[in-house]
């Protein structure tokens, strides 16, 4: 019996699929962000009441913790890039922090899963391979031996050290890292791609990113009405 080649789907075929299966995001991060917002504006809360049961039929997944999103905001504001961006790295990489323990099985450490080398700079001393390093606790997250290395890790509180353990510190590091890597200039899958060198990490995290800006620009219109 002859056989049968495999020719794949078609693009189109593909990009049906695509849509099909794609996991909009957040059924609560729509009504929390909703709330949020209308914390200053409460005509909002009842002007959005029909757009928010349409929206509920579009996302469902894990929710965006409330009091993360200010914490994104601040850090893409400092850094010059979408908060929606953070949020979406956030979402991928630890699942809003809620995996435990914050530490990946090749070592990429906190919220935000930074490789130790990458945190505290790739030119410190026995920085290879992966990233691991040895570095011990103190100069990891010293801010002068972070600058001095040309790493990525922020004090954000201004606590006097750099930890990706902290929220704050490892969403401002996650935004420095981001937008060092392009996303400041709107090169957002270059960006992504530089956190994690992965086609479907890319993809993941754009999945994410494109839903909770569609998300962000409806929520600015029913502002603007």
Request: hydrophobic share 40%; proline share 6%.
């Amino acid at each position: 019996m002859k056989k049968r080649k495999n020719k794949g789907l078609s693009m189109k075929t593909k990009g049906l699929l695509i849509i099909l299966l794609i996991p909009v995001a957040v059924t609560l991060f729509t009504i929390t962000a909703i709330i949020w917002t209308g914390i200053q504006n409460p005509a909002l809360l009842k002007k959005s009441a029909h757009a928010l049961r349409e929206m509920q039929e579009r996302y469902s997944d894990l929710p965006i913790p409330p009091e993360y999103i200010p914490l994104y905001i601040e850090a893409g504001e400092e850094y010059g890039i979408p908060w929606t961006l953070l949020a979406a790295h956030h979402r991928i990489e630890t699942r809003f922090s809620t995996i435990d323990p914050l530490l990946s099985p090749v070592g990429a450490e906190g919220h935000m899963q930074f490789m130790p080398c990458t945190f505290v700079g790739w030119s410190y001393p026995g920085c290879t391979g992966l990233g691991q390093g040895d570095i011990p606790q103190s100069d990891k997250t010293n801010p002068a031996i972070i600058k001095k290395h040309g790493g990525y890790g922020i004090d954000a509180n201004g606590d006097g050290i750099a930890d990706p353990y902290d929220i704050e510190d490892a969403l401002y590091s996650a935004a420095n890292y981001l937008a060092k890597s392009g996303a400041a200039d709107g090169h957002y899958e270059k960006a992504i791609f530089n956190y994690n060198h992965s086609k479907k990490y890319v993809n993941d995290v754009l999945l994410y990113f494109n839903e909770y800006e569609a998300f962000r620009i409806e929520m600015d219109a029913l502002e603007k009405q």
